[in-house]
T-cell receptor, first 113, second 114 residues
Framework: GAVVSQHPSWVICKSGTSVKIECRSL??????MFWYRQFPKQSLMLMAT?????????EQGVEKDKFLINHASLTLSTLTVTSAHPEDSSFYIC?????????FGPGTRLTVL | AQKITQTQPGMFVQEKEAVTLDCTYD???????LFWYKQPSSGEMIFLIY????DQQNATEGRYSLNFQKARKSANLVISASQLGDSAMYFC???????????WGAGTKLIIKP
């Protein structure tokens, strides 16, 4: 199957700093990538849909200025958590769409102190 | 409304037994896709199997098969000869032609006992 990488896999940062998470499709081109957030024992919550070369589409309740998404190429999308606070601590996972299937990255555990 | 329902929060199964994870869906869109993903404790979401609404045969991938019953709007995942490594959360999900975003079920936690 298609492979999606995500970097870093785990990050701890201080409150008020920004964190960038990269999502790459390694063996296919993805015009659409998705960013999810997952709380413990819950299913994935879609944050935004990222389209190459255009602005991301955010789900209701997700702050655009806090979660900056850039989809610069067909294989790379980035999520930047700006001015992170402890409540932003979570598991963030990206996916890339290949035809009709979404393939997921391994996820990034963010802990904000 | 589009919805995925997984009614089993958790299951214990003896190793080597077959296991069926339930999934029902609701959509008025005639064209849709059904997916099963596995999420082990590491957190990675692993794609297992896909069934298209117009596919005549049930999808199979190795030990995984999808029991697709269109009239009942069910898409149960069957794992044959379960292994200890099958212990994980399993999510059923759906996309439709009008909404390519994945709609997720709540998940089923499967634990395989030795």
């Amino acid at each position: 199957g298609a492979v999606v990488s995500q970097h870093p896999s785990w990050v701890i940062c201080k409150s008020g700093t920004s964190v960038k998470i990269e999502c790459r499709s390694l063996d296919f081109q993805a015009t659409t990538m998705f960013w999810y957030r997952q709380f413990p024992k819950q299913s994935l919550m879609l944050m935004a849909t990222s389209n190459e070369g255009s602005k991301a589409t955010y789900e209701q309740g997700v702050e655009k200025d806090k979660f900056l998404i850039n989809h610069a190429s067909l294989t790379l999308s980035t999520l930047t958590v700006t001015s992170a606070h402890p409540e932003d601590s979570s598991f963030y996972i990206c996916s890339a769409r290949d035809l009709y299937t979404q393939y997921f990255g391994p996820g990034t555990r963010l802990t904000v102190l | 409304a589009q919805k995925i329902t997984q009614t089993q929060p958790g299951m214990f199964v003896q190793e080597k037994e077959a296991v069926t994870l339930d999934c029902t869906y609701d959509t008025s869109d005639p064209s849709y896709g059904l997916f099963w993903y596995k999420q082990p404790s590491s957190g990675e979401m692993i794609f297992l199997i896909y069934q298209g609404s117009y596919d005549q045969q049930n999808a199979t991938e190795g030990r995984y098969s999808l029991n697709f019953q269109k009239a009942r709007k069910s898409a149960n995942l069957v794992i044959s000869a379960s292994q200890l490594g099958d212990s994980a959360m399993y999510f059923c999900a759906m996309t439709t032609d009008s909404n390519y975003q994945l709609i997720w079920g709540a998940g089923t936690k499967l634990i395989i006992k030795p």
